[in-house]
């Protein structure tokens, strides 16, 4: 734990170079704005709306996954089942008991929580790459569940919403009101995120990623910090899962838990933008989904898997030259300039 930030912390003032919550909420205003601006502009046009709704529902899934992912170091690619959760339940409240998706946002949250905190309780035992492949197992062992429990889940054939346009039920006639949707959980997830990451837990889970036996040493609850960080983190991605059931209408496993559709993405949207970073799964959303989206249309049916290979070729390119993804190398770019500035300037 830097000898800096804790301090910060405790007086709620900021440490030179170190932002206070109250400018990460001026930022994150000023973003909401210009997205929705973005969104205003292109109001018409139902194709690139629906990848502006993608946009800033997988940015904000990115920014749930970071959480745990980037601010505690746990590299979890097990979130898909939470995702699920969100979807499964939403979409049974709505097709069996009639409730409104807003109100099942609540279920679906706890219920996620509850999920991620029981089944984190014996893998974060495991660190780095077992962790990963442990929650990756995670995930298949619920894609096989999810097509035999046909009662909860429709089996392999799903479950499909009916269209019934209005506002309680989550359905809208056009996609600029799913996209003023997806907007508002991106901006609710920066919330949180920035919260977190300002407040003393989220020391404790930046502590905990730089060393555990010094975190633990320090006397940080290095297990309880871990699982309030899934929770939150499992929360967030069921209220996304259940956004994406009622924007879709139809859920299927393959939908829901694929692990290169869902659940590696939430982390490598991450990594491309910057892990760890506030801002870094929004910048890479921005790039990420809109690109995949582009070479999907205009190359994905020229010859399969043109548009995965053109999309791999972009991702191995970052990940040679941009290790700490584009607020690092945004940030590097920025320091690098001012640094270079003459000191003084009166030499005439």
Not at 74 to 83: D, I, K, T
Not at 259 to 284: E, N, Q, S
Request: net charge positive.
């Amino acid at each position: 734990m830097s000898s800096i930030e804790i301090p910060m912390a405790m007086s709620g003032r900021a440490a030179p170079g170190i932002t206070t919550f109250r400018v990460e909420l001026v930022r994150i205003l000023v973003l909401s704005l210009i997205l929705l601006g973005l969104a205003w502009v292109y109001g018409k046009n139902p194709f690139i709306l629906n990848i502006l709704a993608y946009t800033f529902l997988f940015a904000g899934l990115s920014s749930a996954w970071n959480i745990i992912g980037g601010f505690g170091g746990q590299f979890s690619l097990g979130h898909g089942v939470f995702f699920a959760i969100g979807a499964y339940l939403t979409a049974n409240l709505y097709l069996h008991f009639q409730i409104s998706p807003w109100l099942a946002l609540v279920p679906a949250a706890a219920l996620a929580a509850v999920v991620a905190a029981a089944v984190s309780w014996p893998t974060f035992r495991l660190k780095g790459p077992f962790f990963a492949i442990a929650t990756m197992a995670f995930n298949e062992v619920a894609f096989v569940l999810a097509n035999y429990f046909e009662t909860l889940t429709g089996g392999p054939r799903g479950l499909s919403l009916p269209f019934k346009a209005g506002l309680a039920n989550m359905i809208f006639t056009n996609r600029f009101s799913y996209a003023l949707l997806m907007l508002g959980f991106l901006v609710a997830c920066l919330l949180v995120s920035a919260a977190v990451l300002r407040s003393r837990f989220g020391y404790y889970l930046q502590a905990v990623r730089e060393d555990e036996d010094a975190a633990r040493a320090a006397g940080i609850r290095v297990l309880q910090v871990k699982l309030l960080g899934m929770a939150l983190s499992a929360a967030l991605t069921g209220i996304g899962g259940a956004l994406f059931a009622m924007y879709l209408r139809f859920v299927d496993p393959p939908t829901l838990l694929s692990l290169p559709d869902i659940g590696v993405k939430f982390a490598l949207i991450a990594l491309i933008g910057g892990v760890g970073t506030l801002y870094g799964p929004l910048a890479g959303a921005l790039l990420i989904v809109p690109v995949e989206s582009y070479l999907r249309a205009e190359l994905g049916g020229m010859v399969p898997g043109t548009n995965l290979i053109v999309l791999g070729a972009v991702l191995i390119l970052f990940a040679l030259f941009m290790k700490r993804g584009l607020i690092g190398a945004g940030t590097a770019l920025w320091q690098r300039l001012t640094s270079a500035r003459p000191e003084g300037g009166g030499g005439g």
